[in-house]
């Protein structure tokens, strides 16, 4: 199982960057992909989500800002970022996730992060 993520880069307050995370066949299908991230000293948080069906959700802190898609056919999950600002200068992971019943446990898989940095 792999997860790529890409899309990274510095760009300049009130600007905006699509991240994208390419999803192993296997797993694209049926697993819930989520989108994390982690700033300089600080503990990661979650950013936003989409579901295999297309079900999207988002922090509260993404919300207007963040969106989040799919694209069944490259399996890959995009984020759209705008009008960025400097708070959210991260490392971006893409993290792939699913409930396993039988084990009652998640199955998790994590890419590399994708580091964004937004000057001011």
């Known amino acids: 199982v792999q997860l790529q993520a890409s899309g990274g880069g510095l760009v300049q307050a009130g600007g905006s960057l699509r991240l994208s995370c390419v999803v192993s066949r296997n797993i694209f299908s049926t697993y819930r992909v989520n989108w994390y991230r982690q700033a300089p000293g600080k503990q990661r948080e979650f950013v936003s989500s989409i579901s295999s069906s297309g079900t999207t959700e988002y922090a509260d802190s993404a919300k207007g800002r963040f969106t989040i898609s799919r694209d069944n056919a490259k399996n890959a999950v995009y984020l759209q970022i705008d009008s960025l600002k400097p708070e959210d200068t991260a490392d971006y992971y893409c993290?792939?996730?699913?409930?396993?019943?039988?084990?009652?446990?998640?199955?998790?898989?994590w890419g590399q992060g994708t580091l964004v940095t937004v000057s001011s």
């Open positions: 993290n792939a996730r699913s409930w396993l019943p039988s084990e009652q446990r998640y199955d998790d898989y």
